[in-house]
């Protein structure tokens, strides 16, 4: 089975930290992403990564960015922490083949942001 | 992209067959339609996909009307483990999925 592991399922941070979230598949799949989940608003595509050292905004990108030095890990880097980045942050990944391969992901980190 | 529709919220009892509707009638003639369901404390899961064929697999099947401008996905025999949103999710060229907000399916002992 397809495993998607993100580093920590909690984290508290504090208001202006930096603020890494790391998450590793272990498929081989080409595609990364990492969105965002809030209550009402359902799941919000941040970033994407479609190979190594490659990345593309997704709908919401301000205030994060994202680093892939290696085809298994994706890392969303909150440059400075705010108050409204707390959220569940899930990661993703998935072969190249857009509209029929599917996406799995990770349980996700409950990040808050003090 | 194209845009989903789907109630908020339904119930069913357990060990009854389930029907989740979802209507999209924008859809283009490349799209294909996807299930994920995201049970309470963790990610979304795959369940289906499928083009202009009813689609099973060992999860669910997947009713895809002629028109394609809706389709059902159906759990045969719900149990309470079925309880989860379920996102029906249209997908193009492009990689990226866009989740509306999904039913919240409660399954009734």
């Known amino acids: 089975d397809v495993k998607v592991t993100q580093s920590s399922r909690y984290l508290v941070k504090r208001t202006g930290e930096k603020v890494f979230l790391e998450c590793v598949q272990d498929?081989?799949?080409?595609?990364m992403f990492w969105y965002r989940q809030d209550p009402g608003l359902g799941l919000r595509l941040i970033y994407f990564s479609y190979d190594v050292k490659m990345k593309e905004k997704g709908d919401i990108p301000e205030g994060y960015s994202v680093s892939r030095e290696k085809k298994e890990r994706f890392s969303l880097i909150l440059e400075s922490a705010s108050t409204n980045q707390t959220s569940m942050y899930l990661c993703?990944?998935?072969?190249?083949?857009?509209?029929?391969?599917?996406?799995?992901f990770g349980d996700g980190t409950r990040l808050s942001i003090l | 992209d194209a845009k989903t529709t789907q109630p908020n919220s339904m119930e069913s009892n357990e060990e009854e067959p389930v029907h989740l509707p979802c209507n999209h009638s924008?859809?283009?003639?490349?799209?294909?339609i996807h299930w994920y369901r995201q049970l309470p404390s963790q990610g979304p899961e795959y369940v289906i996909h499928?083009?202009?064929s009813n689609v099973n697999n060992r999860m669910a099947s997947l009713a895809i009307a002629e028109d394609r401008k809706s389709s059902t996905l159906i759990l045969h025999r719900a149990t309470l483990r079925d309880a989860a949103v379920y996102y029906c999710?249209?997908?193009?060229?492009?990689?990226?999925?866009?989740f509306g907000k999904g039913t919240r399916l409660h399954i009734l002992p």
């Open positions: 924008t859809i283009s003639g490349t799209d294909y």
């Open positions: 999710i249209l997908r193009d060229v492009d990689d990226k999925i866009i």
């Open positions: 499928g083009l202009t």
């Open positions: 498929m081989d799949h080409e595609n």
């Open positions: 993703a990944s998935s072969f190249v083949g857009f509209r029929n391969q599917p996406q799995h």
